[in-house]
């Protein structure tokens, strides 16, 4: 193996755990059948490089030099199968490992890298693991052999499902597609929702100024995450973690718009559809943390 694999690491993905050292792969703990030689040093390599294309040239050079005679497309597709199998992922519905024809291969699912500082596999109490972050995640500082209870309400990535990456891509623009298209009607019917508020009474104006605000602000937000979804900008979901404050806020008070329109559409409706409102900013953390990445606030 290189050089970067020289230090005890745990690779932590979906459900599974893999030992570097050990080779041991284990789902909810309980341990898997064990992966071998090649098939478990190109499962590293893909675990190291999650979310970056592992080209089969670089495979090639890490695992089969070039004074070895070897069919190099046999042996590969053979050990791709066999971590496939490992994993119960498939080529055609992949979870954790996305063939690019004719480029290489790449491992789609959310990673966490630890390393003990000490190298013990069973290391105690008083030592510590330390989280390697992908882009995008911040580095902690974990209790060895523990994992520490979350107090927040937000999910945890690990408690998520892993999601195709084009599937977090489709839904998350349709949500902010939606919001856009909101907020421009909103902002073509000012006069409409002026009327409504009217009957508001002292809070009227001031409801009526936060709604423009929000719709004004929402667009060139709305706009950004859009594009940046559309072209994959890196760093993303860093960026999301830090706009996720204000668009929670933003989204909270976006939720009492189905309100001007109760008299059209029923008080029932109305609460039905500001909940669903209420709950869509979560809904958007969620998917990005289901397509890889950490999102933490």
Partial sequence: MSEGNSQPRLFRFGMFELDSVTGELRKDGKARPRIRDQALQILIMLLE?????????????RLWP?????????????????????LGDSAANPKFIQTLPRRG???????????????????????YDKLISRPGQQTEVLASGAEQMRSSILSDPRDLPVVRKESVRILFSLIQLMYLIFYIIFLVR?????????????????????LVLAATIGIPV????????????????????????????LDELWALTPF?????????LAIATA?????????????LLMGGGEVKS
Wanted: aromatic share 14%; charged share 20%.
């Fill in 275 to 287: 909940a669903a409102l209420l709950y869509l900013p979560f809904s958007q953390r969620s998917l």
């Fill in 66 to 86: 070039a004074d070895t005679f070897v069919d190099f497309d046999h042996g590969l597709n053979t050990a791709i199968n066999q971590v496939r199998t490992a």
């Fill in 260 to 268: 001007l329109c109760v008299q059209q559409i029923g008080l029932g």
């Fill in 222 to 249: 709305r706009l950004y995450l859009l594009t940046a979804m559309a072209f994959q900008y890196h760093g993303l979901n860093e960026k999301f973690r830090k706009l996720f404050p204000f668009l929670l806020v």
């Fill in 105 to 127: 291969y790449r491992f789609i699912g959310p990673v966490q890298i630890v390393a003990r500082e000490n190298g013990g596999a069973g290391a105690g109490a008083e030592n």
């Fill in 49 to 61: 490089k999650s979310d970056d294309v592992v080209s089969r040239e670089d495979l090639r050079e």
């Fill in 190 to 210: 000012l006069s409409f929702a002026e009327a409504v508020l009217n009957d508001w009474g002292r809070y009227a104006f001031t409801v009526f100024v936060v």
